[in-house]
């Protein structure tokens, strides 16, 4: 079995999440059982409402607080009638507004509030119990009540003090007690004091043998736990971003992300890891003999795959780009709105779909509006692209930092030619200047006026003077070292070596 460790996922999941769920489909299709853990607390959407979003089976999926009750995640399926039945009364009031409702008691200010999945289905995830105006517990549901949280008044505030993890018949499986930052999980027969201590318990009680591979895609708060845990088991780590600060690093000294930091210093207890491009693998060899002194088994798998390279049915509309990503500051989507707004002023039809959701949203809208630009830039949401991509002329991204960079893989597999800058790794492994597409020099602390410039002058010269045809053509050829059949010939490699 292949397990694979992170924290979250959300609805605007990052390219780690989207990685993962690139993975279970090609270890599914090599015939490698996988299993995909989650850390994190999820208190306000339903795991595997968002597992399914980007692709994963249920039955691949194991959720931390769960794995210690007779209960797998699962979709929601726990109904108001379900609520009903439990309340003890039928002395109550009972309204609806869109996703929310309320049943409302007897006395000062007593009620359940009670969170749908959806606006129109009687699906209950959440419910909030209030007496007399206090918040004192909230209860989770999929097919049956999972946990509850129980709250407490404190300087004017609903406290969470505990919660109560339950088994499908309804009997506690674990506690979990709150003090500010200090947490213990308190299980029948023993006492966890931490919740790196949980992950570890819960690594141990997975079963590893030598016949077991873990991945590591994210460390933070858990990697240490796993790694005590693991017994015999290989463990591997994939590095999804930048690995190291270049201005940080001199001859004698290098600073690692943060985020690979201990999994560097641990280099003896990790079995393999996983770039996702073959210039960074270089990198990290060289960096490790001359920094750390070994020479690690490194392999390069690309984090994403493509299913067959998608061409066009119809004509593509003429200088319509598109881009797609978190909608995040470091994204940068808003130079691409500037260079674009720029741009229309020598070329009056193009236009830019902007495809993703994330905390810039409402700040790019506020651009777009003040720019006059809605009737050609248009932020479009969360959508499944894959047949989206082939009817756009062209690709941008403004992004400075991109350990792959899915969203590229997935414009050159529909023929797209891409604009971005000269960074690591992600454009410098998608775009062959000249080819298909333009590299755009970039620095730290680059004047805005240039940057923005050499945008504008890149997306007008790609219009008006690109060959569009060869353009294509090249990205399409690039784009078959990423068909699925050759990453899972990279993955079938890598699982009968370790």
């Not at 971005?420 to 775009?431: A, E, H, L, S, W």
Request: charge should be negative; glycine fraction near 8%.
């Amino acid at each position: 079995m292949i397990y694979n460790f992170n924290l979250g996922i959300g609805w605007a999941s990052s390219g780690v999440e989207y990685a993962q769920s690139y993975r279970a489909k090609v270890l599914k299709a090599i015939g490698a059982p996988a299993k995909f853990i989650f850390t994190d607390m999820f208190p306000r959407d339903n795991l595997i409402d968002m597992t399914r979003n980007i692709g994963f089976d249920d039955d691949q999926i194991i959720w931390l607080y769960t794995f210690f009750t007779d209960n797998k995640p699962s979709e929601v399926t726990y109904t108001l009638d379900d609520l009903r039945e439990s309340v003890q009364t039928d002395k109550y009031v009972y309204e609806r507004e869109g996703d929310k409702g309320k049943i409302v008691f007897p006395g000062d200010n007593n009620f359940y509030r009670i969170y749908f999945l959806n606006k129109v289905d009687e699906l209950v995830h959440r419910v909030e119990i209030v007496s007399e105006g206090c918040l004192i517990r909230k209860d989770y549901f999929m097919s049956t009540r999972i946990f509850s949280e129980y709250y407490a008044p404190l300087d004017g505030k609903a406290h969470m003090y505990q919660r109560r993890f339950f088994n499908r018949d309804g009997s506690l499986a674990y506690e979990e007690i709150n003090d500010d930052d200090v947490v213990m999980y308190k299980f029948p027969d023993k006492i966890i004091c931490s919740k790196q201590d949980l992950v570890g318990y819960m690594t141990s009680k997975l079963g590893l043998t030598a016949d077991d591979l873990v991945i590591i895609d994210r460390s933070t708060g858990q990697g240490q736990a796993i790694l005590e845990n693991v017994g015999d088991a290989k463990v591997g780590i994939v590095i999804h971003a930048d690995h190291y600060s270049e201005g940080a690093t001199d001859d004698d000294y290098i600073l690692w992300n943060n985020y690979y930091e201990y999994a560097f210093a641990m280099h003896k207890h990790i079995s393999f890891y996983i770039a996702a491009t073959e210039d960074q693998r270089q990198l990290l060899l060289k960096q490790f003999e001359k920094y750390l002194g070994t020479k690690p088994t490194i392999y390069t798998i690309p984090v994403g795959s493509l299913a067959e390279l998608k061409q066009a049915k119809e004509p593509r509309k003429p200088h319509s780009f598109i881009t797609a990503s978190r909608l995040a500051t470091e994204k940068h989507v808003d130079w691409l709105v500037s260079a674009v707004a720029e741009a229309r002023k020598e070329i009056p039809d193009i236009t830019l779909d902007i495809y993703g959701k994330g905390m810039a949203e409402k700040s790019l809208e506020e651009q777009i509006e003040k720019l006059g630009a809605k009737d050609y830039i248009r932020l479009m949401g969360q959508y499944d692209l894959e047949n989206v991509y082939i009817k756009y002329d062209g690709y941008l991204s403004a992004s400075t930092s991109e350990g792959f960079g899915l969203t590229l893989m997935e414009a050159i597999g529909s023929g797209l030619p891409i604009i971005g800058f000269d960074v690591r790794y992600g454009n410098k492994n998608f775009i062959d200047e000249g080819k298909n597409g333009y590299r755009l020099p970039y620095a730290v602390g680059m004047e805005k006026s240039r940057r923005q410039s050499k945008l504008v002058e890149a997306i007008k010269k790609l219009c008006l003077e690109g060959d569009m045809e060869s353009f294509r053509n090249h990205s399409y050829e690039k784009a078959k070292e990423y068909l699925a059949s050759e990453v899972e010939a990279k993955w079938k490699k890598l699982v009968a070596e370790q």
